[in-house]
């Protein structure tokens, strides 16, 4: 796909990060930056997304002061454009950051018909928190001071903007879930969990094409989702008429390791 594919996601990450307490503009990107959630990364961090060289000493002379006064622990970096920022890139790993890398893909298939299984959630209740909750520990979270801060985010910041939640319901419950978001003309689809039971069923397929629907119908000029480069969940997404557009790079570290 062009590289252009990939203005409308920036687009949609933009508008996101304005959804939060502070964002300070630098000709490389910005620094998003919010108190009320230290914890969270994706309220406080840098986003590069110029394809002109920078140092990694230009983006932390901006990121690591606005992390220290939201009380932010650690130094976030996400680079959207990394096979044009290839001395920062060298310059993080040689420094030893763990660099993650994920993999945009942009919907480009036919629309399909509702599976009726998949409701739209109108009002979360506290069943479907309890259910959301237990969902964020299959992204590796578990600390309950972080899992209050994500569902802080999703009440206070991302519902206000128009976050919608689909689920498929079990005999005990939520049996998946799915989250959509659409900004700025985008759509992005996240949190796709399908609890351990009820696997293999085609519930991720079927919510994430639902997800599809309703933000072409709320106006969205392309929608995304992130997935793992070489994880079986890219496979499925590319077999539902997801492309890859291009990977993104990704780094936390300590700010106390910060030189």
Same mark, same amino acid.
């Given at each position: 796909?062009?590289?252009?594919? *990939?203005?409308? %996601? *920036? ?7 304005? %959804? ?11 620094? $998003? ?6 914890? !969270? ?10 394809? /002109? ?9 901006? #990121?690591? +002061? ?18 044009? /920022?290839?001395?920062? !890139? $060298? ?7 763990? #660099?993650?890398?994920? @993999? ?36 590796? !979270? =578990? ?6 801060? #994500? /569902? ?24 998946? %879930?799915?989250?959509?978001?659409? @900004? ?33 119908? =709320? ?5 995304? *989702? ?20 291009? /990977? !993104? ?5 300590? %700010?106390?390791?910060? +030189?």
């Amino acid at each position: 796909m062009a590289p252009m594919d *990939l203005e409308p %996601l *920036l687009r949609f990450w933009r508008a996101q990060d304005d %959804l939060f307490d502070r964002v300070e503009e630098a000709w490389w990107g910005a620094v $998003v930056s919010d108190p009320r959630y230290p914890r !969270i990364q994706e309220p406080n961090y840098a986003r590069v997304e110029t394809t /002109q060289p920078v140092s990694l000493l230009e983006v932390e002379d901006a #990121l690591v +002061p606005a992390m220290e006064r939201s009380g932010s622990r650690r130094s976030h970096v996400v680079v959207f454009h990394p096979q044009e /920022q290839t001395d920062l !890139i $060298v310059e993080a790993s040689t420094r030893g950051e763990r #660099l993650a890398w994920d @993999l945009v893909m942009a919907y480009t298939g036919e629309p399909s018909d509702d599976d009726p299984r998949v409701r739209e959630l109108t009002e979360p209740d506290d069943a479907f928190w309890s259910s959301h909750r237990a969902s964020l520990r299959w992204f590796d !979270i =578990a600390e309950d001071e972080v899992l209050d801060e #994500l /569902q802080a985010i999703e009440r206070d910041v991302l519902a206000p903007a128009g976050r919608r939640w689909f689920v498929v319901d079990g005999p005990d419950g939520v049996d998946a %879930l799915a989250a959509l978001l659409v @900004l700025a003309g985008a759509g992005f689809i996240d949190n796709v969990v399908t609890f351990p039971a009820a696997r293999r069923r085609g519930f991720a397929r079927a919510l994430t094409r639902r997800a599809v629907t309703e933000a072409t119908a =709320a106006g969205a000029e392309r929608t995304y *989702l992130l997935a793992e480069p070489d994880g079986l969940a890219a496979g499925m997404y590319e077999g539902m008429g997801f492309e890859p557009v291009t /990977q !993104i790079a990704s780094w936390i570290s300590e %700010l106390d390791a910060s +030189p």
